[in-house]
């Protein structure tokens, strides 16, 4: 119904009930959510699929985004558009680009950028923290979220901590260089070998994939080696979560966001996490299998 011009919607989002008027979509578009275990990348296209079906539902009057994130983050629109034929239209058509059949995977690029509200952060993978910062700073009542994974969000370093990182990557280049100067012709003539050989396996592998319409096989990709600095942990980003809550609603007197969470194929360490992101938030947990 609508009060005040605003419509509320009931959204039945993997089976997790919740109702709102102002409805932001968190979606997961990491390369991780296509992998084998998680149904490859098909699985994904029913992923798709099922969002589109919520957007649609969407009551008139109501107002909503779609907002994904992987390494950075992405929002549908700059701000929460009312629901109607055109804006869904516009949004299941965005939602389109993410994770097709053949690729590419994860997100190439970033629209948004948290400022002064974000983690002092340089870097990380599967960022829920930034997603849920454009969702309260857009002022959403009710948001769903489907992941696979935990946060992982790299702290940025200055002083000594700064220091002691770089003294730790110094080492391991030196390492590699070491190793690298060990190496006999025969022995890189052997690796490059294996290399191509191993390339050519998988694009084979990947061939047969996609004529049985699986699509290629995806594994989300290690960084560039060498020792990462230090990452946030799931307790500080649940606090920063809780901080952002009482910046965005309790200090302007609304009442908070509720955050409901779908774990896609998640182990038990990731689950209790989601389910405590869920919870913290007055919202509902549920894990799924891969379709």
């Avoid at 985004?65 to 390494?71: G, P």
Wanted: hydrophobic share 30%; net charge positive.
């Amino acid at each position: 119904g609508s009060g005040g011009g605003f419509g509320t919607s009931q959204v039945n989002f993997f089976g997790l009930k919740g109702f709102g008027q102002r409805i932001a979509i968190l979606l997961d578009v990491s390369e991780s959510m296509c992998e084998d275990s998680r149904g490859y990348p098909k699985g994904y296209q029913r992923v798709k699929f099922r969002i589109r079906e919520v957007i649609s539902y969407l009551a008139d009057g109501t107002f909503f985004n779609i907002i994904s994130f992987a390494r950075g983050c992405r929002t549908c629109f700059p701000k929460m558009l009312l629901a109607d034929a055109d804006s869904k239209e516009r949004a299941k058509k965005w939602v389109e680009q993410f994770n097709n059949l053949e690729g590419p995977f994860g997100m190439r690029e970033s629209n948004y950028w948290p400022g002064e509200h974000g983690l002092k952060a340089q870097g990380g993978s599967t960022r829920i923290d930034l997603a849920l910062t454009a969702a309260f700073e857009q002022g959403a009542d009710t948001i769903f979220v489907i992941t696979d994974g935990v946060p992982w969000v790299y702290k940025f370093l200055e002083g000594k901590e700064l220091e002691e990182h770089m003294k730790r990557v110094a080492q391991w280049r030196e390492r590699k260089a070491q190793e690298e100067e060990s190496l006999t012709d025969k022995d890189r003539e052997r690796m490059r070998k294996a290399e191509a050989e191993e390339k050519q396996r998988k694009e084979e592998e990947d061939a047969k994939r996609l004529r049985k319409g699986l699509g290629p096989f995806v594994r989300e990709g290690g960084g560039k080696g060498g020792p990462a600095p230090p990452r946030f942990s799931d307790e500080d980003v649940l606090k920063h979560v809780d901080m952002l809550q009482k910046k965005f609603y309790d200090d302007q007197g609304k009442r908070r966001a509720r955050v409901h969470v779908i774990g896609y194929e998640v182990d038990g360490q990731t689950e209790n996490f989601l389910r405590e992101l869920a919870t913290q938030n007055k919202g509902r947990f549920r894990r799924i299998k891969h379709f």
